[in-house]
């Protein structure tokens, strides 16, 4: 089965960092560009980062710029999302997700495969 599966979340203090990963089953990672998006209940989802297929080129939406890196180890088949400097605002489940393009893209239609998300909780 076809599936892309978050962790990493969890509870932590404002100023606080998170690494957030994504791996994949059936799914060869390699052959997507990969990208992180997040939604709080009651609004849409929102564009964090992509990152191209071979990694060379990242894109970061407005409110991950500066404190999120995206990377990707294509030879474990994995993406992660590292939080610097966490702030209350950040508070949302991240999804990861898959685009069968070669270029970073912050389009949520252009994503075909979607995590079920890991809750990121950030206390003032």
């Known amino acids: 089965q076809v599936q892309l599966v978050e962790s990493g979340g969890g509870l932590v203090q404002a100023g606080g960092s998170l690494r957030l990963s994504c791996a994949a089953s059936?799914?060869?990672?390699?052959?997507?560009?990969m990208g992180w998006f997040r939604q709080v209940p009651g609004e849409e989802r929102e564009f964090v980062a992509a990152?191209?297929?071979?990694?060379?080129?990242?894109n970061y939406g407005g409110s991950a710029e500066g404190r999120f890196t995206i990377s990707r180890d294509n030879a474990k088949n994995t993406v992660i999302l590292q939080i610097e400097s966490l702030k209350p605002e950040d508070t949302a489940v991240y999804y990861c997700?898959?685009?069968?393009?070669?270029?970073?893209?912050?389009?949520?239609?252009?994503?075909?495969?979607w995590g079920q998300g890991t809750q990121v909780t950030v206390s003032s």
């Open positions: 990152i191209s297929r071979s990694g060379g080129t990242a």
């Open positions: 997700a898959a685009a069968p393009r070669w270029s970073a893209s912050s389009a949520a239609f252009d994503y075909s495969v």
């Open positions: 059936e799914l060869t990672l390699s052959s997507y560009t």
